[in-house]
């Protein structure tokens, strides 16, 4: 009976279509049969986007909230086929090595697969296109984040459920690339303006040309494409500091440039006399790599901290400089000198807040355990012959004799090691304060010998100036200038508060790049290049 009874409801059902079939008209039911496709298509989105172990919690809470808002339908599918605003993400994913970018944060050989399944309407086709609409999705938002903010810094954005400014920032962007907007525009309109950004992502474009020549040329599948042009052997030579750098395209003829190249790869170790372009391929990648390595490293860097304010002090720790930008103007320089690798200078931002003269110095308590208790314990006159004495938090005198000096802690002191003003304090006749929690500031140095030397990582962390007087010249206005200048007649202790809006910027840089485009390189003073390059490598998602 019962098998009856279903027999008759196809049947019934059958009759209906059959009906449906010679009474619509065509258009309609290409209509109807359009978005039902898509409704089963939104039907799987939803199921997929609950099912599937999406990479960050962050991203999948937006992800869920994206799709919600327009009922699970798809992003970037119509009728099971790319729309034509997917274009530009999948080809901005696929070219994303040129930007710096680590290519395996995009998934691109499931996005090939599903792209490349055809049309046959099953459970498993529908499930398949789903995935890949949030694959997409997911991104064009890793994508996003990892072009303005960097990748370390992409990890932790998502990683986190909070709200976020800069996750609002990425999905209003998302947005309008999946409108009507021009995707180049909206694009060019989303990355940082800034003239570090904008000429090392320049810069990297080129390089990674570079590479990809190379890198051709080695391949099995080079189709023709794997030639070297002297232009890019030269350019290559230059940039690992085998040839000098000259202002021609190509400052050699043709039996110069194969001396030039034979003379490299004896330097190698190849004995031959003919060229072999994939050994010659093989050692200028390998000689060249660290160094993109290390551009593309930086430019995260300049992407994860970022200058908000058109007027800053710029120190650039391994390059032992700070200069003054006043918009993309450099308006003046100053050496200084900064942390030793074992005390380092923080990399931090914060306004400017005051100059002081004379300051006295309270010596912080990690150098009163780890450098004033051991001394005191080898010469018990070690605090008099520097003007250094203790008093307790309520500012009272202690008695230093009777200090328990070999079993101080950091976190237990119950005094202070203070120097009072003068030529012989340490932070010499100005220290500049700037907001931040890790009691760092700048200030002048009664050790300016220092300054002679080219390596300059050696303080306890703040950054020691060449010419403070010049910098509170700048920062001040003339009438507080004028008043800053008398306290050096009496030596007297003065708190002048700055008014120029200015902030302070302290960087970890190896490679940096000026306005005008010239690349510079540094010594990785803290050996913190190789950890962090590893750390991007670890911080890319696994789809």
Known sequence: MKLALAYLRILLLSLLVLVWF??????????ASTNYDNDLLAININYELQEMQVLWPGLKRYLVALYTSQDYHSFWLRNGELKLNSLPLIHWLSASSSLGLVPSSFP???????????????????????????????????????????????????????????????????????GNSSASEVLAGFKPSSFRYRN??????QRYELVSRLTDVLSDNSEGNGVLSSIHVVQILQLIGFDKPSTEDVPYNEDELKGLIISYLHHKGYRGSVIDNRV????????????????????????QYPF?????????????????YEGENPAQSYNVVVGSKSTPTPVLSGPMLSVITFPQWTIPASITVNEIAPAMLRDSNYLDARGYYLIDWQGYYVDPYEVAWDSLQVDQLKFKVVQDPGKYNALGTIKFNFFNTQSIYMHDTNAKSYFKQDYRAVSHGCIRLDDPRKLAHYLLDESKYEQFEDQFKYESTKNFVIQKEVDVYIRYFTCDVGVDGKLLYYKDVYDRDKADYDAIYQAIPSW
């Open 22 to 31: 010679f009474v619509t008209p065509t258009s309609n039911k290409i209509v």
């Open 108 to 178: 691109l050989d499931q996005i090939n697969d599903h792209v490349a399944l055809r049309c046959c309407h099953t459970s498993t086709y529908l499930e398949q296109k789903a995935r890949l609409d949030i694959i997409l999705s997911a991104s064009l938002i890793i994508y996003l984040t990892q072009v303005k903010y960097g990748t370390l810094e992409t990890n932790k954005i998502w990683t986190e459920l909070g709200l976020d400014a800069r996750k609002q920032d990425v999905i209003q962007t998302f947005k309008a690339l999946n």
């Open 200 to 205: 090392l992502e320049l810069i990297i474009q």
């Open 280 to 303: 010659l391929a093989w050692h200028l990648l390998r000689d060249y790599l660290p160094t993109f390595h290390q551009l593309r490293l930086n430019f995260d860097r300049i992407k």
């Open 308 to 324: 908000k304010k058109a007027d800053y002090l710029f120190t650039n720790i391994p390059s032992f400089q700070m200069v003054v």
